[in-house]
């Protein structure tokens, strides 16, 4: 998109990246979930991950989401250096949010913690949940990744002593196995290393957003033990409990060592917009 960018350009990128995220598995996810039906030896995960395969292609042709569990939208935003923002970007966003709901559509998920009030429109105190950042260039991004909660009840986050390093493998297994099914695998797994406490759980979110076809040699042998576990596709067993395994790291306190691991069901939704001035 070129020319100047303003409230409703954002309001209507988001409504159409909210639809692609919900529509459109990325081509890493899908190559992923391909080279695991290829791999598996178990009838019964090959159904299942056929099924997988076949629930994606419907979803693209049908232009529908591909789960009934459409998430809570949480977003990353690059904002150019030199781009020129003169309105309410947020706001941009939020009303994006709302008119995705009736037009993808989306199932309303937002709800009060307490009193668990639903705003019927996927919005409310703290949702969308935006993180910004900001870049060099003149370019605003816009990344949207669903979080469903099955995927997401999953997850888990410890404050380790910084002499208990080696036990960060032994945790990321824990709580994929203590997940068992729950999460519908095969899952994609984030592990978030050092920040602080909430840094540790953003690092983990934001490394399922890495194209899945590139790990380096930690993750992948991480993902062959997590594979060993034999949890299995949709928790049948077999051989592919997860696709892929990223972790991002930040430096931390001297004294500190959080680690956090954010669990991601097949359905690894994602998509990005970018606009230029």
């Known amino acids: 998109m070129t020319g100047r960018i303003g409230f409703e350009d954002v309001a209507l990128a988001t409504v159409n990246v909210i639809r692609e995220a919900e529509v459109c598995l990325p081509p890493d996810v899908i190559a992923s979930i391909e080279h695991a039906y290829e791999r598996e030896t178990s009838e019964i995960a090959r159904a299942q991950l056929a099924a997988i395969l076949k629930n994606i292609e419907l979803s693209k042709i049908r232009s529908?989401?591909?789960?009934?569990?459409?998430?809570?939208?949480?977003?990353f935003v690059e904002i150019g250096r030199s781009f020129i923002l003169d309105f309410d970007l947020e706001g941009a966003i939020v009303e994006g949010v709302r008119r995705a709901t009736v037009q993808v559509p989306l199932r309303p998920n937002a709800v009060s913690p307490l009193s668990r009030q639903n705003s019927g429109d996927n919005?409310?105190?703290g949702l969308?949940?935006?993180?910004?950042?900001?870049?060099?260039?003149?370019?605003?991004s816009i990344t949207v990744a669903p979080k469903g909660a099955?995927?997401?009840?999953?997850?888990?986050l410890?404050?380790?002593?910084?002499?208990?390093?080696?036990?960060?493998?032994?945790?990321?297994?824990e709580t994929v196995l203590k997940a068992g099914g729950m999460p519908c695998p095969p899952i994609v797994v984030g592990v978030g290393i050092g920040g602080s406490f909430?840094?540790?759980a953003r690092l983990a979110k934001q490394a399922l957003l890495i194209d899945m076809?590139?790990?380096d040699p930690q993750e992948l042998e991480l993902l062959k033990d997590i594979n060993a576990l034999g949890i299995g596709t949709m928790g049948m067993g077999g051989c592919?409990?997860?696709?892929a395994v990223h972790i991002k790291q930040a430096y931390c306190h001297t004294a500190s060592l959080p680690v956090a691991v954010n669990i991601q069901c097949w359905a690894n939704r994602h998509a990005k917009v970018i606009l230029e001035r």
């Open 128 to 140: 969308p949940d935006i993180n910004y950042s900001f870049v060099e260039g003149n370019k605003l």
């Open 150 to 156: 099955g995927s997401e009840n999953m997850s888990a």
């Open 123 to 125: 919005t409310g105190l």
């Open 198 to 200: 909430d840094k540790a």
């Open 213 to 215: 076809s590139t790990m």
């Open 64 to 75: 529908v989401p591909m789960c009934q569990d459409t998430g809570i939208m949480v977003f």
């Open 240 to 243: 592919t409990t997860a696709l």
């Open 158 to 173: 410890r404050m380790f002593n910084p002499t208990e390093i080696p036990k960060i493998r032994e945790f990321v297994l």
